[in-house]
């Protein structure tokens, strides 16, 4: 059985015809996209750092573009099934030399050919599939995640919960879920039936006895106030007396001298 020939290879095609590059450097470039999906080759081509990806990459974009007008193909669908370059003609050139001798300059040029097709249906089947469980899993990803910060907020909350109470003990001060012990009792004087109430502190007998109270604590009060002004005045005099003044360290040296 004779081999399939890289000319008669199915599929659509596009042809770069005379491109000023050498067929050596365009080879490895193709080397890298034959037999890939649409989508790989172009991303190899995109980070390529060969100067013939360049070239490469609009020639693809000008077969898948064929595919979809001429032969109402999907892009989605297609992979490059054959990819090859030719070398076309060899521009000639001379470079003068020493001694009136002269050099030969070769400029090649090559014909790029890149030829795409639909992907078999068992390898489309398989990406749907892939792709498929490539969303449940991501869709499931996203679910746990969220889950998770659902959980991590409730726990938040009940840490905050029970730490109020914590810092209330703390300070000494009541609960807040604790409520007061309602009175059962009432005064007798109030409602003329005898209570359980607590005791409380007497109440003054009359309103004369208020007012003899507060008149002995004002006096009181001011007597203290004015033991304190003198004791601050005798206080400065001493530090007044004890600091020697201009006259007194004046005669203080005359009597020395003499």
């Not at 969220?146 to 730490?163: K, P, T």
């Not at 109430?197 to 009359?206: K, R, T």
């Not at 003899?212 to 005099?237: F, K, L, N, Y």
Request: proline share 5%; charged share 35%.
């Amino acid at each position: 059985m004779a081999a399939t020939r890289m000319d008669e290879a199915l599929g659509t095609r596009a042809v770069l015809r005379y491109c000023r590059m050498s067929a050596f450097k365009v080879r490895p470039v193709l080397d890298l996209i034959r037999g890939r999906d649409l989508e790989d080759a172009q991303d190899i081509l995109r980070f390529s750092e060969r100067d013939a990806a360049r070239v490469v990459s609009k020639l693809l974009a000008s077969a898948v573009a064929n595919a979809e007008n001429n032969d109402a193909q999907s892009a989605d669908e297609l992979y490059v099934s054959a990819c090859y370059a030719d070398e076309a003609t060899t521009m000639k050139r001379w470079r003068p030399r020493a001694r009136g001798r002269a050099t030969r300059i070769r400029k090649r040029t090559s014909h790029i050919t890149v030829v795409v097709t639909r992907l078999p249906d068992e390898r489309l089947a398989r990406r749907r599939a892939r792709d498929t469980g490539d969303a449940g899993a991501r869709r499931a990803r996203r679910v746990a995640g969220a889950r998770r910060q659902r959980v991590a907020a409730s726990q938040a909350a009940e840490e905050a919960a029970a730490a109020v109470p914590e810092a209330a003990e703390k300070a000494g001060a009541p609960d807040v879920g604790e409520e007061a012990a309602p009175v059962t009792g009432t005064r007798s004087d109030e409602t003329g039936a005898s209570g359980n109430a607590a005791p409380s502190e007497p109440a003054p007998e009359s309103e004369e006895e208020e007012a003899e109270g507060g008149a002995d604590a004002e006096p009181a009060a001011e007597a203290h106030q004015a033991a304190e002004a003198e004791a601050a005045a005798a206080e400065t005099d001493e530090q007044q007396d004890e600091e020697p003044t201009p006259k007194r360290r004046t005669r203080a040296r005359k009597e020395k001298r003499d």
